[in-house]
Structures are given as C-alpha cells and as structure tokens.
C-alpha cells in the first residue's frame, strides 16, 4: 500500500470533513451568535469606562472589538444567504439587527447580494455589486 492510499484510508475527504457544516445546527449557530455579540458589547463598554483612565487603552481595545464586529458581520452575511438557521424567519430577524449593528441596511444589502452572486462571473451580466472582471480583450487595453 501506498502511502498516499494510507491517507486515504485513515482521513476523510475535503468533502466528508466539511459535510456536518452544510446544515445549520440550531446549537452552533445560537453560540456563534452569543459568542460574537457578548464580547463585543462587554468591549465597548470596557472601551466606555476605560476613557476615564486611558484613551490610549480604550483605543486599544478597538481592535478585538473591530474582530467582533466582524464575526457579527459574518453571522449578518450568513443570515442574508437563509444559511445561518433553519428558519426563514430567524434567518431574517437574527439578520436584522445584526444588520443594525454593523450599520447595513438589511434588506436593500440581502437584495444587492443576491444580485451579485447571480451576475459575479457573468460578462454579460456585469454591474451592480460585480467583482471586477475582464475579458483578455479588455485588460490588454487598459492602460499601463
């Protein structure tokens, strides 16, 4: 036996290891959830009572609450997609007010994105909320 047959054998596949992530589970996604909004509202308020003693530790504390705000973001994106929950329903409160919190508007945002995953790709569909793509043809012409 080979060894890359033995790694076969004993580990499982990119696709296997990832399978228990395909749907949501009500547990990780609560717990996500708490785990992102808890210590990032704590955060600011270390942030708020640190101004009296430091701005300097406030300001630091910035970053690890710009790293919650971002899982927050994350959840917000999750959400947008009706992948962070099951439900429809706690798919769009849940990403309501994550929405409120990242300063996004909810649904305009969910609309837009949507918009994008159906065009991103598509030359003949390029435009709002697109990733930048060219053909050959046209980034040969752009300038130096």
Partial sequence: MTNTQRQRTTRP????????????????????????????????????????????????????AAGFLTRIFIIFHDCGHG???????????????????????????????AKHHSTAGNLDGRGTGDVWTLTVREYLALPR
């Fill in 13 to 64: 596949s990119w696709r296997e290891a990832v399978a228990v992530y395909e749907r949501p589970s009500q547990g990780r996604s609560w717990g996500q959830l708490a785990s992102s909004i808890v210590p990032y509202f704590a955060l600011l308020a270390a942030m708020y009572l640190l101004l009296d003693v430091s701005y300097w530790l406030s300001l630091a504390l910035a970053i690890p």
């Fill in 83 to 113: 992948s962070f929950f099951r439900s429809k329903k706690a798919n769009r409160v849940v990403g309501f007010f994550t929405a409120l919190l990242t300063f996004i508007p909810s649904y305009y945002w969910s609309h837009e994105h």
